[in-house]
């Protein structure tokens, strides 16, 4: 079956980094798109970046634009989003979902509807 595992979420300061990875398995990773939603304590789940499955292209929310980076290794299975410059806003939970579904982000348009999600993984930025 379709699963995704989240991991690489943890504590940092205004300013770090952390690289959130996405592992998935039951499907072939080549032919779909793969996205990073968000959703912070009591605010509604937001689109943070996708990666298309045809040529890679690489689509962002305005408020990650220029710090984030997202990427995809399909010989690993694995999706990858590069945090920098992070922010106290940037804390959410931080999900990864396959393309292919129903559930639709306006910043992420370009990738489709969304469909399977992990389990998701904590990120929190203190000052």
């Known amino acids: 079956q379709v699963q995704l595992v989240e991991s690489g979420g943890g504590l940092v300061q205004p300013g770090g980094s952390l690289r959130l990875s996405c592992a998935t398995s039951g499907f072939t990773l080549d032919y779909y798109a793969i996205g990073w939603f968000r959703q912070a304590p009591g605010k509604e789940r937001e689109g943070v970046s996708c990666?298309?499955?045809?040529?890679?292209?690489?689509y962002y929310a305005d408020s990650v634009k220029d710090r984030f980076t997202i990427s995809r290794d399909n010989a690993k299975n694995t999706v990858y989003l590069q945090m920098n410059s992070l922010k106290p806003d940037d804390t959410a939970v931080y999900y990864c979902a396959t393309g292919g579904g129903s559930y639709f982000s306006a910043p992420l348009h370009e990738c489709g509807g969304f469909g399977s999600w992990g389990q998701g993984t904590q990120v929190t930025v203190f000052s």
């Open positions: 990666i298309s499955n045809s040529d890679g292209s690489t």
